[in-house]
């Protein structure tokens, strides 16, 4: 089963599954470091704004993901592990998304992704929630900050 699919889907393989407290306790622990540095802000009114958001979030998120993924949880949470993995992904490649669409001054497709960014985080917040992690519910909440309407640069 451990055929060489990735790097990091190899380095699991070799590691026996966590117990369900154990990964609860190490997910948490990691989570919390990471709703510690994901503040959500007040609203975001300028690009600028948008543009420091985007980019502390999307850094704490990959490496949240980076450091969720080299866990290996129990087979009884592992199909709910990889759909919040999922969300939390979705979101972290929605970020850019909402950056360039920002910049360009584009409310459609501004709109659209930060509705997007609000369910894939809620969707990840309800899975963490069944998961047992609570501090992940926080470090998978980015509903919070609204970006829409911002102004252009110009404006």
Same mark, same amino acid.
């Given at each position: ?20 407290? +154990?990964?609860? =306790?190490? $997910?948490?622990? #990691?989570?919390?470091?990471?709703? !510690?540095? /994901?503040?959500?802000?007040? *609203?975001? %009114? ?40 999922? +969300?939390?992904? =979705?979101? $972290?490649?929605? #970020?850019?998304?909402?950056?360039? !669409?920002? /910049?360009?001054?584009?409310? *459609?497709? %501004? ?43 110009? =404006?």
């Amino acid at each position: 089963m451990c055929l060489i699919v990735s790097t990091a889907l190899l380095a699991s393989c070799d590691k026996k599954p966590l117990s369900t407290s +154990e990964y609860v =306790a190490q $997910a948490e622990s #990691l989570c919390a470091s990471a709703a !510690a540095k /994901a503040q959500s802000p007040p *609203p975001l %009114t300028t690009p600028a704004q948008v543009d420091a958001f985007v980019r502390q979030t999307e850094d704490v998120y990959r490496s949240l993901l980076a450091r969720l993924r080299e866990l290996n949880p129990p087979d009884s949470m592992r199909s709910r592990v990889d759909r919040m993995l999922t +969300e939390l992904q =979705a979101v $972290a490649t929605y #970020l850019p998304q909402l950056q360039k !669409a920002v /910049a360009a001054n584009d409310q *459609p497709r %501004t709109s659209d992704l930060v509705t997007k960014i609000e369910q894939a985080s809620i969707s990840a917040s309800q899975l963490a929630a069944e998961l047992g992690l609570d501090s992940c519910i926080n470090a998978g909440n980015v509903a919070g900050p609204s970006v829409s309407p911002v102004p252009s640069p110009s =404006a």
